[in-house]
């Protein structure tokens, strides 16, 4: 069974701290997805990163960077110098390769919030 | 309008009415989705629609009813609800491009149902 965990409920950091958002996955496709969405309080989600399986690559965009370890089944997602614009709800989703429904396994999100 | 738009934004509602959510996309994307988030709880899909045809029932009961009658629109009829389907109804689109596992979402704000 696919699963997605996020055990991070709540992280409250000071503004320019940085801050780690823990994702760890499983599933049993050798192929798949990884996703990072972020719902600020307007509700929306907002994709972030989309990475696939064969590719371990760290990436970074901006003050975003993405941790990707298959060894350890882990997606993490760092910010840099955070910002009260950072403070929202961060989600990790899975998706199996052929997954014909598009069907996205959500973690449960860690709710982040930067205070000035 | 762009991107994808959620009516009503929110709504209450008694446990014997009869209302409709609606979604409209202005993405051009080929399919659309119906997710369920509630408080404490992962994201849940409930239904996809790719090219209007419903791909995916995520075992939802059938007080919810989908109807999709264009790609551009989705609609979840709801009858005879619970208390325990209040919850953020939040509609997504996507482009199907043969790898739906690699489909990026793009979510409505969301429709925040209560029910008495």
Not at chain 2, 69 to 76: D, E, V
């Amino acid at each position: 069974a696919q699963k997605v965990t996020q055990a991070q409920t709540e992280i409250s950091v000071v503004e320019k701290e940085d801050v780690t958002l823990d994702c760890v996955y499983e599933t049993r496709d050798t192929t798949y997805y990884l996703f990072w969405y972020k719902q600020p309080p307007s509700g929306e989600l907002v994709f972030l990163i989309r990475r696939n399986s064969f590719d371990e690559q760290n990436e970074i965009s901006g003050r975003y960077s993405w941790n990707f370890q298959k060894s350890t089944s882990s997606f993490n997602f760092t910010i840099t110098a955070s910002q009260v614009v950072d403070s929202a709800v961060y989600f990790c989703a899975l998706s199996e390769w052929y997954n014909q429904g598009g069907k996205l396994i959500f973690g449960q999100g860690t709710e982040l919030s930067v205070k000035p | 309008e762009t991107g994808v738009t959620q009516t009503p934004r929110h709504l209450v509602m008694g446990m014997t009415n009869k209302k409709s959510l609606k979604c409209e996309q202005h993405l051009g994307h080929n399919a659309m989705y119906w997710y369920k988030q509630s408080a404490k709880k992962p994201l849940e899909l409930m239904f996809v629609y790719n090219f209007k045809e419903q791909t995916e029932n995520n075992s939802v009961p059938s007080r919810f009813s989908p109807e999709c009658p264009n790609s551009s629109h989705l609609f979840l009829h709801l009858h005879t609800l619970q208390p325990e389907d209040s919850a953020l109804y939040l509609c997504a689109s996507s482009q199907d491009g043969g790898t739906a596992g690699a489909n990026v979402l793009t979510f409505g704000a969301g429709s925040r149902l209560t029910v008495l």
